[in-house]
């Protein structure tokens, strides 16, 4: 008998030990507690023991605690804020195993990767500032209330963590890139174009995007924001519209403009522009770029495969005529570049095709440009087509290039005769994985040059 478990969220938790400082206030310093259901007891007991463990671990090191492991757990910290706590506990995987018809459960704790779940807990906290602008800007615009801020943490929380996919985390959510689509110069240029009238004919437009296909083509975002926008796009977004296209909620597929049939519709905003009481939902998001907790309305169009992101000055009015004059100007317009990168679109897709023999993993941390062929998809959904063993061997070897901060490689040959090379050079990190039984390393090292030279047009490397 052998059943093996998954790495499962225990409780999650944020804490401030400023708002509870004497004997007896102990529960003022929770500001928010995952499952809801734990007593009041076990959380002062849990937010306790953590603050033990920052306080002991200070004594030997300038950085903060980043985790605490036992048997069965184990426990991430971020100090988000001056602070601030966050606080994620993981359950680890485990076998039911027998022997000497006794039943026994084998912990895999190498399953739970430090630095795969600490990004994925530094990403909650981002997805939240988002939405809702650090916790510190939430406590000014309410006055110093804490009691506004808990709401807004139970409000986001208590969703957000539902759609937490631990068990598939893996390399990619250390990274966290943005998966960019490459076009000839004149497509560029035309959609840079466009971008540049619309945001000329429209003032209160601040900040622009582009995408087709979920790959990123032209951005006007600092990094991090786009990093974090990015991720909300492909992963929530866009998914939702999608189903909700498949089962018939959207209203309008296609309207005559004066250039003809386009195929433009809001993804938020009005969902049909011949009804004016169907202003629909437009999110208010939080920027970063030019002053700290910028908020801003996130309208978002598409057309066919294309969608632009426009992030509009919440000082600003956004009614019915708005909404019809932006359709009026981007809907043909859209259409038609829409329908020029698709052109291009399945040729670019055929040459990105690798051998079946590597599957890579890249990441540019100057421009967050990041691509793989070892997962089958982008969002993850499908899975990766290398053994779990090897996907976590990639991370312990980007933990080992991450810890020196020094240009690196690395190449392991696996037990199942698998070659594995990860190579880290000018702020690149690129990683591959090679079935060949009978290769030799020399052998592998030329391999891993070709495959660069095809694939990654000879950019990455320092030779």
């Known amino acids: 008998m052998n059943v093996k478990g998954h790495v499962t969220l225990k409780n999650f938790f944020i804490f401030n030990s400023n708002y509870g400082p004497r004997e007896g206030e102990e529960e003022k310093k929770t500001l928010?507690?995952?499952?809801?259901?734990?007593?009041?007891?076990?959380?002062i007991k849990a937010i306790g023991l953590c603050e033990a463990v920052v306080k002991f671990t200070e004594t030997f090191s300038d950085k903060p605690c980043e985790a605490l492991h036992t048997q069965k757990t184990k426990q991430l910290f971020l100090e988000a804020e001056p602070d601030f706590w966050i606080i994620m506990t993981v359950a680890v995987p485990f076998s039911k195993k027998e022997k000497d018809d006794q039943s026994?459960?084998?912990?895999?704790?190498?399953?739970?990767?430090?630095?795969?779940?600490?990004?994925?807990?530094?990403?909650?906290?981002k997805m939240f500032k988002l939405f809702n602008g650090t916790f510190v800007n939430i406590l000014e615009r309410s006055g110093g209330d804490i009691s506004s801020l808990k709401h807004r943490l139970e409000h986001f929380y208590s969703r957000y963590l539902l759609t937490l996919k631990l068990h598939q985390s893996d390399l990619l959510d250390v990274f966290n890139g943005?998966?960019?689509?490459?076009?000839?110069?004149?497509?560029?240029?035309?959609?840079?174009?466009?971008?540049?009238?619309?945001?000329?004919?429209?003032?209160t437009i601040k900040y622009t995007a582009f995408l087709y296909?979920?790959?990123?083509?032209?951005?006007?975002?600092?990094?991090?924001?786009?990093?974090?926008?990015?991720?909300?796009?492909?992963?929530?977004?866009?998914?939702?519209?999608?189903d909700?296209?498949?089962?018939?909620?959207?209203?309008?597929?296609?309207?005559?403009?004066?250039?003809?049939t386009h195929f433009g519709k809001f993804v938020t905003g009005p969902s049909n522009l011949d009804d004016s009481s169907s202003l629909g939902k437009v999110p208010r998001v939080f920027i970063q770029s030019d002053t700290e907790n910028e908020e801003c309305y996130l309208l978002v169009y598409k057309a066919l495969s294309a969608s632009i992101c426009m992030l509009i000055s919440v000082n600003s009015t956004m009614n019915f005529d708005f909404f019809r004059t932006v359709d009026g100007f981007l809907g043909a317009q859209m259409s038609k570049v829409a329908s020029d990168?698709?052109?291009?679109?399945?040729?670019?897709?055929?040459?990105?095709?690798?051998?079946?023999?590597?599957?890579?993993?890249?990441?540019?941390?100057?421009?967050?440009?990041?691509?793989?062929?070892?997962?089958?998809?982008?969002?993850?959904?499908?899975?990766?087509?290398?053994?779990?063993?090897?996907l976590r061997l990639l991370g312990d070897i980007n933990s080992d290039l991450t810890r020196d901060n020094e240009d690196g490689e690395t190449i392991?040959?696996?037990?199942?005769?698998?070659?594995v090379v990860g190579k880290k050079s000018d702020q690149r990190e690129f990683y591959v994985v090679i079935n060949q039984k009978n290769a030799n390393l020399i052998e592998i090292n030329e391999e891993v040059k070709k495959l660069c030279s095809t694939h990654l047009n000879s950019i990455f490397f320092l030779d």
């Not at 941390?365 to 779990?388: E, F």
């Not at 040959?413 to 698998?418: G, I, N, V």
Request: hydrophobic content about 30%.
């Open 213 to 242: 296909n979920d790959q990123l083509v032209w951005s006007g975002l600092e990094q991090d924001d786009m990093r974090t926008m990015y991720k909300y796009l492909t992963t929530s977004l866009f998914p939702s519209h999608l």
């Open 412 to 419: 392991v040959k696996t037990a199942s005769d698998f070659w």
């Open 104 to 125: 026994y459960y084998e912990y895999r704790e190498e399953d739970v990767q430090n630095s795969v779940y600490r990004a994925v807990l530094l990403q909650t906290y």
């Open 341 to 390: 990168i698709s052109e291009q679109y399945p040729r670019k897709s055929v040459a990105s095709n690798t051998d079946p023999q590597f599957k890579y993993v890249y990441f540019n941390h100057m421009n967050l440009a990041q691509k793989t062929t070892v997962h089958i998809d982008i969002r993850k959904l499908s899975g990766v087509n290398i053994p779990q063993e090897t």
């Open 244 to 260: 909700q296209e498949l089962h018939g909620s959207s209203t309008r597929s296609s309207m005559t403009a004066p250039g003809g």
């Open 32 to 43: 928010y507690f995952f499952p809801s259901t734990t007593d009041i007891d076990s959380q």
């Open 178 to 203: 943005i998966s960019f689509l490459p076009l000839d110069k004149n497509t560029y240029l035309q959609i840079q174009c466009l971008i540049n009238r619309l945001e000329a004919l429209f003032p």
